[in-house]
């Protein structure tokens, strides 16, 4: 089993699919007619997507954050620095993370206000 894909809810769908395509790179992919709001579909690696759907009056879960809801990414720790860059560039907040860990790994809040944590994919280790 693997997952499909994940939705978010977002005040701007258009700002919000940017902020990940500048961000991770991630891309538009075609979206199915039967949508009755503003929406977008973005492919995050093959056979995955995310779906961002407008909500109106959309606000965060005051539980997003480390020991609580967020979204944790495999990316190569060596695009750390670049990507860190590309983040705050588009209005994410870096975060320190509250725990150790072996491997290397940070947060960021994304200009809606979920919380996301990166994790280092070349020096990953279970623990």
Do not use: C
């Not at 977002?10 to 790179?25: H, L, N, P, Q, Y």
């Not at 992919?29 to 909500?55: C, F, K, S, Y």
């Not at 809801?69 to 860190?84: C, N, V």
């Not at 907040?93 to 996301?116: H, M």
């Amino acid at each position: 089993m693997s997952i499909a894909h994940i939705t978010l809810a977002t005040r701007d769908v258009i700002a919000t699919s940017r902020f990940f395509e500048k961000t991770f790179g991630w891309t538009p992919i075609h979206r199915p007619g039967n949508i009755d709001r503003t929406a977008a579909w973005l492919e995050i690696a093959p056979g995955q997507q995310m779906h961002l759907l407008h909500v109106e009056g959309f606000a965060p879960s005051p539980f997003e954050a480390e020991f609580g809801r967020h979204i944790a990414l495999f990316h190569p720790g060596t695009d750390f620095d670049a990507l860190k860059a590309r983040l705050t560039e588009h209005g994410a907040k870096l975060i320190d993370p509250l725990r150790e860990t072996p491997f290397e790994r940070f947060f960021f809040r994304d200009p809606n206000g979920y919380v996301f944590e990166v994790i280092d994919s070349e020096g990953y280790v279970a623990e």
